[in-house]
């Protein structure tokens, strides 16, 4: 039986693999706008990092996470998402004792053992960016506002931004205890997952996909309603800076985000067609000293699964700019005119020509063929005497014209100009 790949990954085919590059760039492009830079960090991290980071009631740690014990007997996982890699890349490096803010981005492949859906798989890819060391609401109007440009860059219409806070350590304890009142109510009812978490982190049931848990908290009680008066101000601030700059926004109460880690400002970006979330993210000021355990810097960021862009791109018949194509075919006939072709497709191609030439041993007419079936936009035919002359006819394979050229850089030019 052949081999297929696991459940819950795809491949990336060449006719598609510019539709990536095309989101990757488009990432780039918004992030160096605002001096964000990139960062790499490795596929695996001690498990510690993401039970600290992410946070051990979460349902990535608890069900979610591509454990596995190395031959040194180490705990280690794949990463399931990027911001506890970037902030122990930050600390580790000594990226936070130096001028702050410090902005990073980053554009990974993730792993979550979950159900496949519509742009989710179990490995997926993910851009995000980061800000440390600023805690004033500006850094978060700024990271929701490059979230906005990002997607609005790639053609996609009707995201609609939803913004909440969930507040601080100090104003959670008042709703956790709000909150464990409440679903006290429905003990019997509740997944065994979130009867686990309803003494230590009741608002991960908030967070439950089981369509049971999803019912009862519908009547939950509000986080909004027990916001201290710091978190308050913040809020209230940054809807301010929102509307100061034209961000239309919707505030949902709703959104606590699937990860410990946040705090205060948590936003999406959904696509109003399929209801996905094309984008989401927050604040999370106690991450640092979580896995520090000494510095106490804020952050905020977001992060975008490239899958679901893509798809919803091409469900909207969106743009990708051009699919790269190769500009000039040439066939060879015979073994000198295959070692001159072999020299003059290295030139064209240092000049910025895509060019490619045979290497299958073809006739000329299955030459022509895979040029026409490459969609090449140009072929010259190569023999005996125009490798002696250094000249031969140039065609134009979308419509026909010929013309000689010179066989040498100068082709590059012509080609370009074509």
């Known amino acids: 039986m052949a ?87 930050c600390v580790e490096n000594g990226l936070l004792t130096g001028a702050l803010p410090v902005k990073a981005y980053y554009k990974i492949t993730a792993f979550r053992y979950e ?51 969930i507040g601080c350590p100090e104003c959670r304890k008042g709703y956790h205890k709000a909150l464990q009142e409440y679903f006290s109510q429905y003990k019997e009812e509740l997944c065994e997952t979130c009867n686990t978490r309803l003494e230590r982190n009741p608002m991960r049931i908030l967070d439950c996909k089981s369509p049971i848990c999803k019912n009862i908290t519908k009547n939950a009680p509000i986080i909004t309603d027990f916001l201290c008066d710091d978190c308050r101000a913040h809020y209230e601030e940054l809807k301010a ?89 040439i066939a060879s006939i015979g073994e000198n005119a295959l070692r001159f072709s072999s020299a003059l497709a290295r030139k064209l191609r240092n000049c910025g020509i895509n060019v490619e030439t045979d290497i299958m041993a073809r006739s000329l007419k299955a030459q022509m063929k895979y040029a026409d079936k490459i969609a090449a936009k140009y072929s010259v035919v190569i023999g005996d005497s125009e490798t002696e002359n250094g000249e031969a006819e140039l065609k134009n394979m979308l419509n026909g014209e010929r013309s000689k050229v010179k066989l040498d850089e100068s082709l590059a030019i012509i080609i370009r100009k074509g």
Request: glycine share 10%; net charge negative.
């Open 241 to 329: 800076l929102l509307d100061n700059c034209g961000t239309t926004y919707e505030e949902d109460p709703g959104i606590v985000r699937g990860l410990d880690y946040y705090t205060r400002t948590v936003f999406e970006l959904i696509h109003d067609k399929t209801g996905l979330a094309l984008l989401a993210g927050g604040r999370y000021d106690g991450l640092v000293k979580e896995i520090d355990g000494k510095m106490d810097v804020p952050g905020i960021g977001f992060a975008s699964g490239l899958e679901r862009l893509v798809s919803v791109m091409e469900e909207e018949g969106l743009s990708f700019g051009e699919e790269p194509t190769t500009d000039l075919y």
């Open 115 to 165: 159900k496949p859906q519509q742009g989710r798989y179990r490995e997926f890819n993910q851009f995000g960016m980061e800000l440390y060391g600023a805690s004033a609401p500006t850094a978060d109007a700024e990271m929701i506002s490059l979230a906005e440009d990002f997607i609005k860059s790639l053609g996609i219409k009707g995201a609609k931004l939803r913004i909440n806070s």
């Open 3 to 89: 081999v297929k790949a696991p459940r819950g990954t795809h491949d990336v085919l060449p006719s598609d693999s510019y539709k990536w590059r095309y989101v990757e760039e488009t990432a780039d492009r918004i992030c160096r706008s605002a001096g964000y830079k990139e960062i790499r960090f490795p596929t695996f991290e001690e498990t510690e990092l993401f039970q600290r980071g992410v946070g051990d009631t979460t349902d990535i740690v608890q069900k979610e996470m591509y454990t596995f014990t190395d031959k040194g007997e180490r705990s280690l996982t794949l990463r399931p998402e990027g911001t506890a890699s970037a902030v122990r890349l």
